[in-house]
């Protein structure tokens, strides 16, 4: 439980995870009935965002940014060249150019598989983080 809800950022970090994926369960029961996306895609962007900045913060990966820097300091759990950064770096590049290319394609059936894309990649990047703390810590 202390890896969870050991400090403040780690309770709102794990509290926005669940959130995140509450909010995408409900969202794919609920999608033959929606009718607008554009919110949707909307939220679970800037809500990704606030997860993913909550989770860096966490595993103080901006000392693994200053550590491959070369400065004399410890790196943050995940190295800068671990497969959990790089695999994070490739999911986060899916999510901005589903993100952008949203602003630019209005229409109701790609904002719908936009979102879906959206939550696959956040899934994922929760579950390879969350498994690989679990293994490391």
């Given at each position: 439980?202390?890896?969870?809800?050991?400090?403040?950022?780690?309770?709102?970090?794990?509290?926005?995870?669940?959130?995140?994926?509450?909010?995408?369960?409900?969202?794919?029961?609920?999608?033959?009935?929606?009718?607008?996306?554009?919110?949707?895609?909307?939220?679970?962007?800037?809500?990704?965002?606030?997860?993913?900045?909550?989770?860096a913060t966490r595993d103080d990966y901006h000392y693994s940014v200053r550590a491959a820097m070369g400065e004399s300091i410890e790196a943050g759990l995940f190295t800068l060249p671990s497969i959990q950064s790089r695999l994070c770096t490739l999911a986060g590049a899916v999510i901005g150019f589903a993100a952008l290319s949203s602003l630019f394609i209005r229409k109701q059936g790609y904002w719908k598989v936009m979102f879906f894309i959206l939550s696959s990649t956040i899934i994922f990047k929760t579950l390879l983080i969350e498994a690989s703390r679990i293994i490391m810590l």
């Open positions: 439980m202390e890896l969870y809800f050991g400090n403040i950022i780690t309770s709102i970090s794990s509290l926005s995870i669940i959130s995140i994926w509450i909010y995408i369960g409900y969202t794919y029961i609920k999608r033959n009935t929606i009718k607008t996306w554009g919110r949707r895609v909307l939220c679970i962007v800037l809500w990704g965002l606030w997860v993913c900045i909550l989770v």
